[in-house]
């Protein structure tokens, strides 16, 4: 059994800050990419960020320069730094992993966590 847990979403003026974390447990042999997406009403789904096993990130266009994305591998955890918030940023986030679940033979195996509701009033 797989889990990601996600954290930090709230209710945040616009130019504040917030913090989102996604943890991974369960049996797990590796993990490949690891990212971000939100989904704002009425909208589809859509890429914020992701970030490689080997550390290449990559944006999308409305948040390069106000969103990181990080890594920590010891852990399995991925967090998205969210600055400069603005109100077109209201979404639901959820975090979405490529887990490596066998190595013999290789297995992966893509999950989604709960989603988490990031708010920006302006």
């Known amino acids: 059994q797989v889990q990601l847990v996600e954290s930090g979403g709230g209710l945040v003026q616009a130019g504040g800050s917030l913090r989102l974390s996604c943890a991974a447990s369960?049996?797990?042999?590796?993990?490949?990419?690891m990212g971000w997406y939100r989904q704002a009403p009425g909208k589809q789904r859509e890429l914020v960020a992701r970030i490689s096993s080997g550390g290449v990130t990559n944006y999308a266009d409305g948040v390069k320069g106000r969103f990181t994305i990080s890594r920590d591998n010891a852990e399995n955890t991925v967090a998205l730094q969210m600055n400069s918030l603005k109100p077109e940023d209201t979404a639901v986030y959820y975090c979405n992993v490529e887990l490596i679940i066998r190595v013999v033979p290789y297995v992966t195996n893509n999950y989604w966590g709960q989603g988490t509701q990031v708010t920006v009033s302006s």
């Open positions: 369960g049996i797990i042999k590796g993990v490949n990419a």
